[in-house]
């Protein structure tokens, strides 16, 4: 089968475009290719991902995807035959002043009213018995929620692909550029032509739907990881621990910690994953003024990380066909939550291709011609 037979082909094998599929092929699309400039999977923003999980967004659609996205997860082995890491040890967010509190129990409010009744307050005390290492000296409150935690990008991944080769689907590695042609234009590259094209590319993505001559608003953003050398001085079972102040976070992987914090230094190229030493004093100084024990943890600078999260203008995903091209689907956007929303995000755009519409879930505020109408989904600094 090659790409200008398929009756729908992915370019993309990441989480994204091996969910999608994954849940077409499952409806009876057999005649499926996917199509990955890289070598191999997982080489893109997938394997690059820290793995968090959370219900706790300021937006009634993303709050009802993680719920949903939750149980998926939570079928994964029975369904997939693979354990995709899901594991509840929830996300603590954590206020200094009473805006950025306020901030949070307004989003609590939404969250609850969206379905998720695990959410809740919680005080100084509380904070320090969820996250001990944390100094909780200058804090006011947060939240809370246990069904947040960590899920396994590439394992999730994994269970996609091989399910999907199972159902009859073809992965095709090292296809190099792809040029879209469903409506028209293109230029050099693996050419799709007369099918209906999927666009997984990720950070990549508007340049995909360049050669569709779609133009999406999907940028990259360079998002680096700092990993520390093992540390035993945080359990394993550490929530993912977020300082709403500044945006610096942590969470405790394979008995190491993962130090990020949400600024990054230019770079000439957007898509450049080259990981920038100059980033760690400062992200060092804050993980040891919230954390104090980490002064005495070392960097692995050989783990350390640079990743590309793929950013929309309201930080919510685009998921659906593109405005003025027949065949040409969209699922681009995720702004960081992509591989936590993956599960439901290919279930609901395969409902789409095949059915015309999404039926699980009303992802109205997803749809990508958002931009176009000025109907933007409200933006929060704190989730």
Excluded at 71 to 100: C, I, N, W
Excluded at 129 to 157: H, K, N, Q, W
Excluded at 185 to 192: E, H, L
Aim: include cysteine; aromatic fraction near 6%; charged fraction near 25%.
């Amino acid at each position: 089968m090659s790409a200008s037979t398929a009756e729908v082909a992915i370019i993309g094998s990441g989480v994204m475009g091996a969910s999608v599929a994954y849940h077409l092929a499952l409806r009876g699309c057999r005649n499926v290719i996917v199509l990955e400039q890289q070598g191999a999977p997982g080489l893109g923003s997938t394997g690059k991902a820290t793995g968090g999980f959370r219900c706790q967004f300021t937006t009634e659609v993303y709050v009802r995807m993680s719920l949903l996205a939750r149980e998926k997860l939570r079928r994964f082995p029975e369904e997939l035959g693979v354990d995709p890491g899901y594991r509840p040890v929830g996300y603590l967010f954590m206020a200094k002043t009473p805006a950025q509190l306020s901030a949070l129990r307004a989003a609590v409010a939404v969250q609850r009213a969206a379905g998720l009744q695990e959410v809740r307050e919680v005080g100084p005390d509380e904070i320090r018995r969820l996250s001990p290492a944390v100094r909780a000296d200058d804090l006011i409150g947060g939240t809370f929620c246990p069904v947040d935690g960590y899920i396994v990008p590439l394992e999730i991944m994994r269970g996609y692909i091989e399910a999907a080769r199972r159902l009859g689907v073809r992965f095709e590695y090292d296809a190099g550029r792809v040029e879209c042609l469903v409506g028209g234009g293109g230029t050099a590259g693996k050419r799709i032509e007369g099918v209906r094209a999927r666009n997984a590319a990720g950070p990549w993505a508007g340049v995909v739907a360049q050669s569709a001559g779609v133009r999406i608003p999907v940028e990259p953003l360079r998002r680096q990881t700092a990993v520390t050398q093992p540390f035993p001085r945080l359990p394993a079972d550490t929530p993912m621990t977020i300082n709403v102040d500044d945006g610096f976070h942590f969470r405790v992987r394979d008995r190491r910690a993962c130090l990020l914090w949400p600024d990054d230094l230019p770079a000439d190229d957007p898509f450049d994953t080259t990981f920038d030493r100059r980033w760690l004093p400062e992200v060092l100084r804050r993980a040891h003024d919230r954390v104090p024990c980490f002064r005495d943890a070392e960097i692995d600078l050989e783990r350390c990380s640079c990743g590309l999260y793929e950013m929309s203008p309201d930080k919510h995903a685009l998921v659906g066909p593109a405005s003025g091209v027949d065949g040409f689907y969209l699922i681009n956007g995720s702004s960081g939550h992509g591989v936590m929303h993956s599960p439901v995000l290919g279930l609901l755009l395969a409902e789409i291709i095949l059915d015309g519409g999404a039926r699980t879930l009303d992802i109205h505020a997803l749809r990508p011609s958002r931009f176009a109408e000025g109907r933007l989904n409200p933006e929060s600094e704190i989730l």
